[in-house]
């Protein structure tokens, strides 16, 4: 019984760590995208190529940051028409980091809102009932009375 018990706990407490990595970077990717809706700088920059994946298409872009600095990004999941190569595009990045970019406007933030409050309270519940199933399993097998 106590090596089940112990399976259990292993298995829950794998659950609750993946769910509380789940909610980290669901809330990192959100709050970039908040972050550069208010507080990123809007440049033009130039379409060098496009990339497939898994996601589907998307654009890389090089521009130049206001330090005179070169930069490459990648806007994936291009949801509008594809530019053609060498055609201008309109970004926004974080001025303190360059790396952080995205195409202007940044038209994912509304759908991403509406997204995080069905799977924040989702993944948040799940981590929360692993972690009381937990305390209940140790306190019925460990100490119980």
Same mark, same amino acid.
């Given at each position: 019984?106590?090596?089940?018990? #112990?399976?259990?706990? *292993?298995?829950?407490?794998? *659950?609750?760590?993946?769910?509380? &990595? ?11 995208? $908040? ?5 990123? &700088? ?26 005179? =600095? ?10 509008? $028409?594809?530019? /053609?190569? =060498?055609? /201008? &595009? ?7 980091? @360059?790396? *952080? ?9 509304? @759908? ?8 924040? @309270? ?9 972690? *009381? ?9 460990? #100490?119980?009375?």
């Amino acid at each position: 019984m106590q090596i089940l018990a #112990f399976v259990a706990l *292993v298995v829950l407490g794998g *659950v609750s760590f993946l769910a509380y &990595v789940g909610l980290k970077v669901l809330m990192a990717m959100f709050w970039q995208k $908040v972050l550069l809706a208010r507080k990123g &700088v809007r440049t033009r920059g130039v379409c060098s190529g496009y990339t497939s994946g898994r996601y589907g298409s998307g654009v890389v872009v090089d521009f130049t940051d206001e330090l005179g =600095g070169s930069n490459r990004m990648v806007a994936a999941g291009w949801q509008g $028409v594809l530019p /053609e190569r =060498g055609g /201008e &595009v309109e970004i926004v990045y974080l001025p303190r980091d @360059p790396k *952080v970019a995205d195409l202007w406007p940044v038209g994912s933030l509304v @759908p991403n809102a509406i997204y995080m409050t069905v799977a924040v @309270p989702v993944i948040l519940a799940s981590g929360l009932a692993c972690l *009381v199933a937990m305390a209940w399993i140790v306190h019925r097998v460990w #100490f119980p009375g």
